[in-house]
C-alpha cells in the first residue's frame, strides 16, 4: 500500500514573516506578502487594497529589522488591509513619512547629521509614493527598542489618516497600470 503524506500548506496563522520577497507562501512571507494572503489577493508584497506609501514602510522595515522585532509587524498585515484611499490621504501620509525621516535623521550625532544627504522632501517624487514609506524606513540608523516603538507609532497613525475612504472602483483604475513617465521604485 503505497504511503500518503500530507503537507502542511502555508497560511496566514503559521507562516513566521521573513526578509525579502517569496515567490509563495512556502518559502515565507514579508509583512505585505502576508497582507495580500489576509486581503484575500494574489501572493504579492504590492496588495492593492494597501496605500502604497504604508506598503513601501512596512516591506523596507520588514527587511531592515531583525527577526524578533519582525515579528511585532505580524498584526499590521491585518491591520493595513483597506488602507488604500484617496490621492489627498495618501499624499498626506507621504508627507508624514518625510516628515518622520526628517525628524529620525535630525536625532543623529552632529557629524552624521550634516554629512547627510538631502533633507525633507529628498525622495524623487517621479519614484511614486512608496518611496517615502520606504526612505522613512531606511532614515532609521539603529534599530533598537526606542526606534522600533516609534515605528509601530508611525504606522498607527499613518493607518489611522483616512481609514475607511478606500474606494476600490475609482481607486483601481488609477493604480493598476503606472504611466510611462513615472518610474517605479525597485523592489528588493
Known amino acids: 500500500m503505497a504511503e500518503q503524506r500530507t503537507v502542511a500548506q502555508a497560511s496566514h496563522q503559521t507562516i513566521r514573516l521573513s526578509k525579502g520577497k517569496h515567490a509563495s507562501p512556502s518559502e515565507g512571507a514579508c509583512v505585505m506578502e502576508l497582507a495580500s494572503m489576509l486581503a484575500g489577493e494574489p501572493f504579492t508584497d504590492r496588495p492593492a487594497t494597501v496605500c502604497p506609501v504604508i506598503a513601501g514602510f512596512m516591506r523596507a522595515y520588514n527587511d531592515r529589522v531583525d527577526d524578533d522585532r519582525r515579528q511585532d509587524l505580524y498584526r499590521y498585515a491585518a491591520e ?3 488602507t488604500r484611499t484617496t490621492p489627498e490621504v495618501e499624499h498626506a501620509r ?3 513619512c518625510l516628515e518622520w525621516a526628517d525628524g529620525m535623521r535630525r536625532q543623529r550625532p552632529r557629524p552624521l547629521r550634516w554629512m547627510a544627504r538631502g533633507g ?3 525622495v524623487d517624487r517621479r519614484l ?3 518611496a517615502a514609506g520606504t526612505y522613512a524606513a531606511r ?3 539603529r534599530h533598537g ?3 522600533h516603538a516609534a515605528a509601530l507609532a508611525l504606522v498607527d497613525e499613518l493607518i489611522a489618516m483616512g481609514r475607511n475612504s478606500y474606494d476600490p ?4 483604475a488609477t493604480t493598476s497600470a503606472p504611466s510611462a513617465d513615472t518610474p517605479q521604485l525597485a523592489t528588493r
Open 145 to 147: 527598542d526606542r526606534t
Open 169 to 172: 472602483a475609482t481607486t483601481a
Open 120 to 122: 525633507p522632501g529628498s
Open 94 to 96: 507621504e508627507r508624514r
Open 128 to 130: 511614486g509614493l512608496d
Open 139 to 141: 532614515s532609521i540608523r
Open 80 to 82: 493595513v488591509v483597506g
